[in-house]
Structures are given as C-alpha cells and as structure tokens.
C-alpha cells in the first residue's frame, strides 16, 4: 500500500459496484497498523489502529458498503448486529480468511495462513469463511472494490491479502445537537463519530475543535 500511504496517510476512496450499485469505500486506513477486536456489549467487531512507537509490516483498512433499506424494513442498526453476531457465531469471535481462500470458495485454515506471505496482527482470529455469515452482496461489494484498488496499489487483490469480520458502523445513531456541538443537557457537548456527526478521524478532531471554542468562550 506503500505507493498509496506514502502520498496520503488515510486514502478515502470512493467505488461504486458493478453487480449492485452499491457504493462501497475504503476507511481508517492505517499504514504499519495492526488490527484489533472491538468489543461490544453482546458483540465483538473489527477494527484498526497505527501506534506512533511501533510499526509492523502491514497496512490495514476497512472496506464498507453503504446501505439504504427500503420499507418495510427499518431496522438497519439490528441488522448490522445480527452479521456481526453471525460471525461470532461461526468464528466464537473474529473471522480472518486469506482472499485466495475466498475467491476459491473454501474456508482459510491456520496452516494456510501461516504460510501466506502476510501475517495476522489480530492472533486470536478464527481462520474460516467469511461467506457463511456476511451476505453475498456485501462479499461482492468487497471483492470489486479490492479488485479495483489493486490497479492503482498493484498487489492487493493477491491471494495471501487477509480479510476480517465483520467490521460494522451504526451512523444512523445520531445525538440531537446543535450548531454548537451541545447536546440536549446544558454544557454536555458531544464530538466525533461517537455522536454520529463524523465519519473519520480529521473531521472528528474539527468537530471537536468546534465544541472546545464553545466552551472556552463560555467560560471567559
């Protein structure tokens, strides 16, 4: 990813899926990252990080397919548990499967990926198939946009690139605030993605720069 990160630390790239218009895009991408589980209440999903000390010899991201469900349904924020769940179900946690396993239709063993020339930075992930619990449009979307991306960082649609599940965003959980970035209980301001205002970490850290002025101004 190196010809990628070295221009743009965090790439946002934006693809639209040929099978199902769906648009489908890259983030939190983290050059020398490592993965981790995030944990839920009844749950556990997948997630990202770089250190500032430490680098390993990957980089990692995410790759989410956006959603708009039509009537009757309207229940996004339990569907998108219900995959994360499924995956636990079958990983008891975290999935990892090598793409070339995928793209043959068989689940990834630890042997395999031992011998991949990738290493796992999330250990503890169960080597299986990702195509049991995430649904086949979403396995789609993610192949064409891995497919895509390797013409302009050739190498990331090779058979030893790892993918983990399931990795599920709840942007429809939205706090009611104002312009100031105040919620409904007087001088309690919330920022970031976790008020549903933001969708990455520059526009998190502006948003939090717009609740810091409010409050400064309120105190002088």
Same mark, same amino acid.
């Given at each position: 990813m190196r010809p990628l990160t070295d221009v743009m630390h965090e790439a946002k790239l934006l693809f639209y899926s040929k099978r199902f218009d769906d648009l489908v895009r890259t983030f939190?991408?983290?050059?020398?990252?490592?993965?981790?589980? @995030?944990?839920?209440?009844?749950?556990?999903?997948?997630?990202?990080h770089s250190f500032s000390t430490k680098k390993s010899?990957? #980089?990692?991201?995410? =790759?989410?397919?956006s959603t708009t469900f039509t009537e009757p349904f309207h229940e996004p924020i339990a569907y998108g548990r219900y995959i994360a769940k499924l995956v636990n179900l079958l990983g008891e946690g975290i999935i990892v499967q090598r793409l070339g396993d995928l793209l043959q239709g068989r689940r990834s #063993?630890? @042997?395999? =990926?031992?011998?991949?020339?990738v290493k796992p #930075?999330? #250990?503890?992930?169960?080597?299986?198939?990702?195509?049991?619990a995430i649904p086949f449009r979403y396995i789609?979307? =993610?192949?064409?946009?891995? @497919?895509?991306?390797?013409? =302009?960082?050739?190498?990331?649609?090779?058979t030893s690139t790892l993918l983990?599940?399931? @990795?599920?965003?709840?942007?429809?959980?939205?706090?009611?605030l104002t312009n100031n970035l105040e919620t409904e209980v007087k001088n309690l301001f919330a920022a970031g993605d976790g008020a549903g205002i933001t969708r990455g970490i520059i526009h998190a850290a502006v948003s939090g720069v717009v609740a810091a002025r409010e409050i400064?101004?309120?105190m002088s």
């Open positions: 939190c991408m983290n050059p020398y990252g490592v993965v981790v589980k @995030e944990k839920h209440k009844d749950f556990c999903t997948v997630n990202g010899n990957n #980089t990692n991201f995410a =790759i989410l397919a #063993t630890a @042997e395999r =990926i031992k011998k991949g020339s #930075t999330l #250990t503890d992930a169960t080597a299986g198939d990702l195509s049991f789609s979307d =993610i192949l064409e946009m891995l @497919e895509a991306l390797d013409k =302009i960082v050739p190498g990331v649609y090779s983990y599940g399931a @990795e599920v965003k709840f942007y429809s959980m939205r706090l009611k400064l101004k309120r």
